[in-house]
């Protein structure tokens, strides 16, 4: 009886170690999965950024190639996540992103149910903190897009949504109760559908070392509702770029504009500058207004398959109809790490801190970011 206590206990330890060098080969290993199968993550989510402070909650990733033997053959991702955070926020999202065989189809599409509190500043590109207004807003969004490659390298698409909101102002007498140019105030829906054109010739949708990503997309709200609720065009431009300066360096950069425009545009469909994307550093929203124009450069380091690192800088305004000038550009710049879960796929884990601009009698604006996929 005690031989066998004692191989028993021998063969747990075994099948620890064995699981322990398992999860770390799994998770910390330098070597990437050739086979190309599909992987599954139950994962916790853990982010951050000073809109909704630390989110908590779990999240389902599930990441596949439709043609493992086509290597070109771009992955398709799944996501599903339940999330609150430490400044009230309720979350729930479906997203995907599916690519067909010889990424001949591409299909987008999201459903999102959100309860956000978040400080509204006002409109324009010279918003004051001192200004800063405490509103809950409670929104749904569905979003499907689906594209087809019409010649090498360029997809042609149609688009439909639907996004409705409400609002609450917990702070009555501020901004938002007296500027009456704010339009919309208790919130409403909009339907809208849309076709897009994109050329694309990166090597990859996740990490990208080379090509060339530019799609313009224009989308139509008609006047479903009545009221005040919104009617007009909704344009959106995004260019990107990349180039493969040493096998552990890439150089990235990225533009994009996006505009409203129609006789009552609502507030909360404004463009807004900042986010953990674009303008990094800047509260999303502190800045918004009919039209946002913004660009960056990322200076991308990967020291092995696990861990990478990046550098970034760029410049960004929100502005009315006509009111575009080179002086209104804001600045944004900083740096981050990289953690990749997923090697052969380049899904990753990103931390980055960003800087903004220092207004007079005003704190430097400044943000920190804990977020899955790369910013662009």
Known sequence: MKNISICTIFVLIATNALGQKKLIERYLSNKTDSSRRASFMPVPILRYSQEIGFEFGAGLLYSTYLDRKDLSNRSSNFSGLVSVSTKGQYNVSLKSDIWSKQNKYHYISEVRFKRMPFDFYGIGNETQDANKDRLVQSSVKVVIEAEKKVSPNMYTGLSIG??????????????????????????????????????DTR???????????????????????????????????????????????????????????????????????????????????????????????????????????????????????GGFAIKNFKPSYGAGGRYFFDPEKGLSVRLDYGIGEKRANEKRQTGFYISLAEAF
Not at 175 to 192: A, E, R
Not at 230 to 235: E, S, V
């Open 162 to 199: 639907f996004e409705n909101y409400h609002f609450n102002d917990q702070e009555i007498g501020g901004i938002f109760t007296n500027d009456q140019s704010i339009l919309h105030k208790t919130g409403g829906s909009v339907f809208y559908a849309g076709i897009s054109q994109t050329y």
């Open 203 to 321: 090597n990859s949708n996740n990490y990208t070392t080379k090509g060339l990503m530019a799609k313009l997309s224009l989308q139509y709200a008609p006047d479903f509702w009545g009221g005040e609720n919104f009617t007009g065009a909704l344009i959106k431009a995004n260019v990107r770029n990349f180039w493969s300066l040493s096998p552990k360096l890439v150089l990235g950069v990225n533009g994009l504009f996006h505009s409203i425009q129609g006789k009552t545009p609502p507030f909360y469909l404004l463009p807004q500058m900042g986010n953990d994307e674009m303008m990094r550093g800047y509260y999303t929203g502190r800045y918004r207004d009919r039209n946002l124009l913004a660009a960056q450069a990322e200076l991308r380091y990967r020291y092995n398959n696990r861990f990478g690192a990046a550098v970034f800088g760029g410049g960004g305004q929100v502005f009315e109809n």
